[in-house]
T-cell receptor, first 115, second 110 residues
């Protein structure tokens, strides 16, 4: 089945630094990738949608200059949290889908802690 | 009003019981309906995927969609302790963003 690999699974960084999270589709070409944020005991909140080769579409209230998304190839999307602050600490999850397959596959998530 | 509503629970049932999880939605344009299972600190795992109305069965799991009442259900037969997780319903209009319910925390007690 479709597999999405997300790295790192856990990262701790200092306030003011930037963190990059990678999301790779291993056995299919992901025409669209999504980035979510999840707070404890809450559902997934969509942050942005990215299509290969084009700019990401951000949901209302999500700062595009703070959460930089790059989808440079059909198998790789990255989320960079710039100038991270403690309030950015959260669980970030990516998902991917390919054309014709609507069973979105999720990565295993990245737990970011900003200290 | 949220586009997809789901009772967050928590729901606790004894092992072997039939579990019924439900969601309602408001957007009549939704055509694709999914159930995901999420274990603590893990990404969601697709359980069931349904297009339009109808039933779909996979082992102990049955998904139902009733578009006339905008109601989505997931039934788990012969529930096991390993089924303890958060279950998320989701809907979409196609290869577009998923809209998730709040998730229901389920515990199966041995």
């Amino acid at each position: 089945g479709a597999v999405v690999s997300q790295h790192p699974s856990r990262v701790i960084c200092k306030s003011g630094t930037s963190v990059k999270i990678e999301c790779r589709s291993l056995d299919f070409q992901a025409t669209t990738m999504f980035w979510y944020r999840q707070f404890p005991k809450q559902s997934l909140m969509l942050m942005a949608t990215s299509n290969e080769g084009s700019k990401a579409t951000y949901e209302q209230g999500v700062e595009k200059d703070k959460f930089l998304i790059n989808h440079a190839s059909l198998t790789l999307s990255t989320l960079t949290v710039t100038s991270a602050h403690p309030e950015d600490s959260s669980f970030y999850i990516c998902s991917a889908t390919n054309r014709g397959n609507y069973g979105y596959t999720f990565g295993s998530g990245t737990r970011l802690t900003v200290v | 009003q949220k586009e997809v509503e789901q009772d967050p629970g928590p729901l606790s049932v004894p092992e072997g019981a039939i579990v019924s999880l439900n969601c309602t939605y408001s957007n009549s344009a939704f055509q694709y309906f999914m159930w995901y299972r999420q274990y603590s600190r893990k990404g969601p795992e697709l359980l069931m995927y349904t297009y339009s109305s109808g039933n779909k069965e996979d082992g102990r799991f049955t998904a139902q969609v009733d578009k006339s009442s905008k109601y989505i259900s997931l039934f788990i037969r012969d529930s096991q302790p390993s089924d303890s997780a958060t279950y998320l319903c989701a809907a979409s209009q196609g290869a577009q963003k998923l809209v998730f319910g709040q998730g229901t925390r389920l515990t199966i007690n041995p």
